[in-house]
């Protein structure tokens, strides 16, 4: 795939369409179980339509990218998507971003050490299933649509709120992680990572390191327990990395410029 590959809008269209029907049903469900007193936790099967949920966009991905001639194939989409082969420095803005928004949720709302910090690496794996994969789908076709079409701040912000929007469901469901918690502090923080990811993506071209880094942000509350859900540090972490990314993105291009 290119560096500055973008999908076409009949891709944009379907993958939306597809992913949130998905959600929807498979959530919903969940959902509505969950206000009948039939819980994940003592029932089993209900992660079936859970897990489904969570990877309605990666499923919609590759239907509408191999639906419009955009990939040929599973192969060649998977090979997009786990494109590894990337530069060392790309490596390490990966982990400095994600250094940086844990500092400053940290500074912001406090914190305390849960686990040991090697537990991080020791979870990726995991955090691959449960949250990076997403970024097959969000940032591999949502966001580069958007940002062509309107811009890297406006792309950032209205990816963040898709992206949150999706989640909501889930502040529904009980026995997961956001039941129950402050969705209004999850907002901030899906426009915080947004930023991120969409600077990464652009930058770098990469859907793998979005997909990485999304695996470390999920990581690293299971080390350092922040305050993930405190409206204020959400609120000062998302200003933060607005202005990181965008002022890196902007630097990024006129370097491409006077080059």
Same mark, same amino acid.
């Given at each position: 795939?290119?560096?500055?590959?973008?999908?076409?809008?009949?891709?944009?269209?379907?993958?939306?369409?597809?992913?949130?029907?998905?959600?929807?049903?498979?959530?919903? +469900?969940?959902?509505? =179980?969950?206000?009948?007193?039939?819980?994940? *936790?003592?029932?089993?099967? @209900?992660? $079936?339509?859970?897990? #489904?949920?969570?990877?309605?966009?990666?499923?919609?991905?590759?239907?509408?990218?191999?639906?419009?001639?955009?990939?040929?194939?599973?192969?060649?989409?998977?090979?997009?998507?786990?494109?590894?082969?990337?530069?060392?420095?790309?490596?390490?803005?990966?982990?400095?971003?994600?250094?940086?928004?844990? +500092?400053?949720?940290? =500074?912001?709302?406090?914190?305390?050490?849960? *686990?040991?910090?090697?537990? @991080?690496? $020791?979870?990726?794996? #995991?955090?691959?299933?449960?949250?990076?994969?997403?970024?097959?789908?969000?940032?591999?076709?949502?966001?580069?649509?958007?940002?062509?079409?309107?811009?890297?701040?406006?792309?950032?912000?209205?990816?963040?709120?898709?992206?949150?929007?999706?989640?909501?469901?889930?502040?529904?469901?009980?026995?997961?992680?956001?039941?129950?918690?402050?969705?209004?502090?999850?907002?901030?923080?899906?426009?915080?990572?947004?930023?991120?990811?969409?600077? #990464?993506?652009?930058?770098?071209?990469?859907?793998?390191?979005?997909?990485?880094?999304?695996?470390?942000?999920?990581?690293?509350?299971?080390?350092?327990?922040?305050?993930?859900?405190?409206?204020?540090?959400?609120?000062?972490?998302?200003?933060?990395?607005?202005?990181?990314?965008?002022?890196?993105?902007?630097?990024?291009?006129?370097?491409?410029?006077?080059?």
């Amino acid at each position: 795939m290119e560096k500055n590959w973008t999908p076409g809008s009949k891709a944009f269209r379907d993958h939306l369409i597809i992913t949130f029907p998905i959600m929807i049903v498979c959530w919903g +469900l969940c959902v509505i =179980l969950g206000l009948n007193g039939i819980t994940k *936790a003592d029932h089993a099967w @209900i992660n $079936l339509p859970y897990v #489904i949920g969570a990877f309605s966009t990666t499923i919609a991905s590759y239907i509408a990218l191999k639906k419009n001639g955009e990939v040929k194939g599973f192969k060649e989409w998977l090979k997009n998507v786990f494109d590894v082969k990337q530069s060392v420095w790309s490596y390490a803005a990966v982990i400095a971003l994600v250094a940086v928004d844990t +500092l400053v949720l940290c =500074l912001s709302g406090g914190f305390t050490m849960a *686990a040991p910090v090697y537990m @991080i690496i $020791l979870m990726l794996p #995991i955090m691959l299933i449960g949250g990076g994969l997403e970024e097959a789908g969000w940032r591999y076709i949502t966001f580069p649509w958007l940002e062509k079409k309107f811009g890297f701040m406006p792309a950032a912000l209205i990816m963040g709120l898709i992206w949150a929007l999706w989640h909501l469901p889930l502040f529904f469901i009980p026995g997961v992680n956001q039941y129950g918690e402050n969705f209004f502090a999850f907002i901030f923080g899906c426009i915080a990572l947004s930023f991120m990811l969409g600077a #990464i993506r652009k930058i770098t071209g990469s859907v793998w390191l979005c997909v990485m880094m999304h695996m470390l942000t999920n990581a690293v509350p299971v080390s350092i327990g922040y305050d993930f859900y405190g409206v204020r540090a959400q609120l000062i972490t998302m200003i933060v990395m607005a202005a990181v990314t965008t002022v890196w993105v902007t630097l990024a291009k006129k370097k491409r410029v006077c080059e």
